[in-house]
């Protein structure tokens, strides 16, 4: 049995894809005998738009489980939107799109293979995909191999920046936020403004993590600021349990505060083993893009008195602010009945540019949708915010520059695109709320 057989049968127990053609979503669940559209009818998997030679095919690489489920169903809702949105328009190159997802379960291991899966087996032309950066830089060799688009709404590490500079990705890469080299600007301009004079930091010891403490380092020693254990700096295992030796490190000497550039799941577990040890009182916690979640001041816990432990830690997120982004969010609100998440404008945005992008080329390969992506998300074409419109001018041969509901996502030859910073904080009520913004680059 070849691995990716063996994979099949192991998903097929206990996993759930997503294939969607022309606005109907169906779930492939349990036993992959057969595909559930929305109205219960049953299907055979070998009718699906999937195996539709004509239609273009996306991929979807998500964490559905493990440190970040809590961030990745949402950015699998807008991808799907996309698609139906497309599809009821009309689709791409005359066919209808098919949208296969897999959860890479925030694992790079766990990515590659799934990314394997879908290059190899699924046959996509482009993939929307991954939110941590450790999965990404699984993900991109066997996308690059594979001559396959992978856009990124959330990988923000500064190494696809280094690496892209030196010709690794071959253009196959790019991402609709931007990269940490600007969050780690702007938190640093952040703790200048609160009069923060040492910082200590706590990161994930993997790509994102890593990433952004060097450059948060480099950026508030810049400013005139001392980070605090910066030869020996505090970070935890991706899959550690336990963190009380990591948080004495993070908050000796008790600093002005300290930089969490941590995940969901596991960065809960350390903020609250700093609390019950007794360091985190009376310092300020500073979060990044990563800590934001509308749950996860409940994951840290509560004191005994009832209160958020969390309670008015503060943190920076790339902002969406594009010309799209009031006409994204109605349709959303009107499908999901939900507020917006972080990110989901740049998922939205990451499954448009792959739409139109093959709409331009005239062609469903990846190597089609690389030739055109800046193409239609450059400066030079008639400004569109809604992809309908886009698809429809590219038919006609127009030139178009798409201005998305993240921003205006004019993507750089690394695959950058830069972008302002929100300011958020936890209320006391373990709520999320922006307060203000604010600009790496004034």
Not at 102 to 115: F, H, K, L, R, V
Request: overall charge negative; glycine content about 10%; charged content about 20%.
């Amino acid at each position: 049995m070849n691995r990716f057989a063996l994979l099949k049968q192991l998903r097929c127990s206990s996993a759930t894809a997503v294939v969607i053609t022309a606005g109907v979503v169906g779930l492939a669940i349990a036993s992959c005998q057969s595909i559930s559209n929305s109205g219960g009818a049953n299907q055979s998997p070998a009718t699906t738009a999937t195996d539709n030679a004509k239609g273009l095919k996306l991929g979807a690489l998500l964490p559905a489980t493990g440190d970040l489920s809590a961030v990745g169903p949402p950015l699998l809702d807008a991808v799907s939107l996309l698609v139906q949105t497309v599809n009821q328009c009309g689709g791409v190159n005359q066919a209808p799109v098919s949208l296969v997802s897999e959860d890479d379960q925030t694992e790079p291991a766990a990515g590659a293979e799934a990314m394997a899966k879908l290059v190899e087996v699924d046959r996509v032309a482009g993939v929307v995909g991954s939110f941590p950066s450790s999965v990404s830089s699984a993900a991109v060799d066997v996308a690059v191999r594979n001559k396959v688009m992978l856009i990124s709404p959330a990988s923000t590490s500064p190494t696809f920046t280094e690496r892209a500079k030196k010709g690794d990705f071959q253009g196959f890469w790019a991402r609709t936020a931007p990269p940490d080299t600007y969050q780690a600007q702007a938190l640093a301009k952040l703790a200048q403004q609160r009069n923060y004079q040492q910082v200590s930091t706590i990161v994930i010891n993997d790509d994102y993590g890593v990433g952004l403490e060097r450059e948060f380092t480099q950026a508030f020693k810049q400013r005139g600021g001392t980070v605090a254990g910066e030869g020996k700096p505090a970070r935890y295992d991706p899959k550690a349990t336990t963190f009380e030796s990591e948080a004495a490190l993070a908050f000796a000497n008790k600093p002005d505060a300290v930089a969490a550039f941590i995940y969901g799941e596991t960065g809960s577990l350390f903020l609250k083993a700093a609390y019950q040890q007794g360091l985190s009182q009376g310092v300020q916690i500073m979060l990044t893009d990563g800590g934001y979640s509308e749950d996860f001041a409940e994951q840290v816990g509560k004191t005994k008195d009832g209160k958020f432990i969390l309670a008015g830690a503060i943190g920076t997120i790339p902002s969406a602010d594009g010309k799209a982004l009031a006409a994204f969010t109605k349709l959303w609100q009107q499908k999901q009945a939900k507020p917006l998440s972080a990110f989901v404008p740049h998922a939205w945005d990451a499954a448009a540019l792959l739409v139109l992008a093959a709409e331009a080329a005239d062609s469903n390969t990846g190597e089609g949708i690389k030739n055109q992506l800046r193409e239609v998300a450059g400066p030079t074409g008639t400004p569109v915010t809604d992809v309908c419109d886009g698809l429809a001018r590219l038919q006609k041969g127009e030139k178009i520059d798409y201005q998305g509901a993240s921003g205006n996502v004019d993507i750089d030859e690394n695959g950058d695109v830069v972008s302002s910073y929100d300011v958020w904080t936890v209320k006391d009520d373990g709520t999320l709320q922006t307060i203000g913004k604010v600009n790496p680059a004034q």
